[in-house]
Structure formats: C-alpha cells, structure tokens
C-alpha cells in the first residue's frame, strides 16, 4: 500500500525486560524460540503491503538492525521504498539523541517530510500482534480523522490497566480522554501506541515535540484536548504488550497452552521472520518432551514439559525443565532443574543447580554471579 509510511520504534532501553535487554534493543529479544519480536509488526505491515518502513533506533541497535538487514524476509526489498534504518545523528554540532517517543520521531521530521504518502503509521517494536492495517486506514479516512489511535480492551486484565495510557470515547469511537498510565484507570480501554496520523496533522503537532516529548505521556493528550477528531480503532484480535518479563513470559506460554495458534493452515497473515540454515533438533535416547515448542538445532537428553526451547539450546542427561523459556544458545548442564525461568542467551547453567520460582524469573549471568 503506496500511501501509508510506517514507522517502528525500537530505540527504548527496555529497562523492565532486566538483562535480556543489557546487550541488544528488545525488539531483537527471542520469541516462541523462532522469532524475534520485530518479526511481528515487520510481518503484519508485509501482510497489509506496507512496504515504506522506517525503522526508527537509537539503544544498542546493530544486532536488530543485522537480522533486518534489507527487509527481503518481509518483502520489503523493494525499489523506491523498503526499509530505511532511522539512528541518531548530528546536526549543528549536537547529536539528535531522542529524549521520548515523539521527540525521536521529530528527531527524523526530514525523512517523514521527504515520504510520498499521505498517512503517517507509528507503532512499538515491542508487541505480538496479527493486525492489518489496511482497516484502520479505511476507518480512517471515514471517520475524516487526523488521529486514529489503536485500542484493545483489558476488561479481563484489569491488574494491567495501570501499565498503559487509558482511551475514553464515545459511541461514534470519538476520543474525549486519555490519561497515561492512571493509578485509577476510568475505562478499560487500553491505547495500543499504534498511531495513524494524516501526514499534514503530524508535521502541524511535531513542532510541539520539543516540549511535548513523549506520545503517551503529554504529545497525544495534547492533541486529543485540542482536536475533535481523533478517534479509536478498538482492534478486536490477539494482542501483547511484552514491557515486563511476566508479560514476556506469559505470551509465550499462551502458544503452549493454544496449539492451534501455531498450526493453522492457510492464515493468510503469516509471521514471517529471517531464514536460517540450521540442522533440525534432536531428542535423544531417554529424553521426554510434552507440551513443548522446541526449535531447530536444539538437543535434547533431559525431560522438558510445558517449555519453549529456542534454536541451538542443549538440555543435558538428568536436567529437568518445567514451564520455563530456553532462549537461544543456552545450555542446561546435567542434573539442573528450572521451572517459572527465562533462561538468556548464550548462558552455560551449571550442573546440579535447583532453579524452582514462584513467578517468572530471568536467570542471566548476573543471577549467576550470585548464585554461586
């Protein structure tokens, strides 16, 4: 589609996922032992042919910005669009690092002025979605909007409320509120942070970024007070937010617990992700696997249940790993046992550990270091 610009933001440190963002953007951290997180938002603009991608970086960006590479995995190899690699730079003597989500955007304003479509799309690099954005263009242009902002509905978790920017609107879907992560929300309507703006409507509120540096905190209040038309796509699809190390957690167990997600056939909206040439897993001898998602080239000799084991994962004779996520490159040594743990990349557990939690715990080299 020739008229919409996309552009992802991946540059937050992503404090709240600990360790696994130490070394890399979390956009880049493993997901169901296959994907990287951007696979997905990269994968539902392919599947609505948008193919005109800035990707917008700035906090530990090159391995993200490797596996993107020129886009081919996502079709977005494509003469005069395709994916453009947003990173700060100088200009009159100051380098144009990003304060917040709507300062960075307006840190790259020449590349939005520059683009030939007329609607600006900015979404997070940090979700797992099926979404076509086709739709919420449509509704877009309907609803003669100059702001559609994405919404799901969190009645069913309501405990996380109070992590998102909450949206009231009427019954026209037109927006009369929204408050930035309230301590007592008013609706349990929950701001994706997938914006559509009519380009002109963007470059107009993109001088304010200079004091109205974040979308969610004061960018987007400001122009829901100031305006009359903006309005909510409440998208009714699957959707998780992945801030938190439980939020990472829990949506990878939900492929687990729903099989069927991951084995429909024909789905027209794939998620596609960057090809390698790697050997297929092996369970050996006396290993036992149930319930579990295991990716290629991993090997297995210990008993694995209701666990996801990423590419290259080695599970040595004796382990025992239960409701847990391997990520890739990690080897569990002889005798180890983990349950409710994400396992980072590239860890050597040692043997004979007992790794059991309560809630979803990371265990990295740092955890490590104090363990022993």
């Known amino acids: 589609m020739n008229n919409i610009t996309a552009i992802i933001l991946v540059g937050g440190k992503g404090t709240r996922l600990q360790g696994l963002t130490k070394n890399k953007s979390k956009s880049y951290v493993s997901f169901l032992g296959k994907y990287r997180i951007i696979d997905y938002p990269l994968s539902s603009l392919s599947n609505s042919s948008i193919y005109d991608i800035g990707v917008l970086t700035q906090y530990e960006p090159y391995e993200l910005m490797r596996y993107i590479g020129s886009g081919a995995s996502w079709d977005a190899d494509i003469p005069g669009e395709g994916i453009s690699f947003l990173t700060p730079f100088e200009a009159n003597n100051e380098i144009a690092f990003q304060k917040g989500t709507a300062n960075a955007v ?47 509905d969190y009645s069913e978790n309501k405990e996380d409320l109070s992590r998102f920017g909450i949206i009231e609107y009427d019954s026209d879907m037109r927006i009369q509120g929204f408050e930035e992560k309230p301590e007592h929300p008013k609706s349990n309507h929950v701001s994706t942070g997938i914006y559509l703006f009519s380009k002109d409507i963007l470059l107009k509120y993109l001088k304010k970024a200079t004091t109205l540096i974040d979308f969610g905190k004061d960018f987007i209040p400001f122009i829901v007070k100031e305006r009359k038309d903006v309005f909510a796509y409440d998208f009714k699809g699957m959707f998780m937010d992945l801030g938190t190390i439980k939020s990472l957690f829990e949506a990878n167990m939900y492929y687990i617990d729903h099989p069927e997600e991951l084995s429909k056939r024909g789905d027209q909206f794939r998620v596609y992700s960057k090809p390698f040439d790697y050997p297929p897993h092996i369970i050996r001898k006396g290993a036992s696997v149930k319930e579990s998602v295991v990716a290629d080239a991993s090997d297995v000799s210990g008993k694995v249940f209701h666990s996801i084991l990423s590419f290259y994962t080695v599970i040595e004779e004796g382990a025992e790993i239960d409701y847990s996520i391997i990520l890739p490159h990690a080897r569990i040594s002889k005798n180890t046992k983990i349950k409710n743990a994400i396992v980072d990349e ?18 990295d080299h740092e955890f490590l270091k104090e363990v022993n």
């Open 106 to 152: 307006l840190s790259q304003i020449e590349y939005i002025k520059n683009s030939s479509c007329d609607y600006i799309l900015i979404l997070p690099g940090d979700q797992i979605y099926k979404m076509d954005f086709r739709k919420i263009l449509e509704k877009h242009i309907q609803n003669n909007a100059s702001l559609s902002i994405v919404t799901v």
């Open 346 to 363: 590239d860890l050597l557990v040692p043997e004979g550990l007992s790794l059991i939690f309560d809630k979803p715990t990371l265990v």
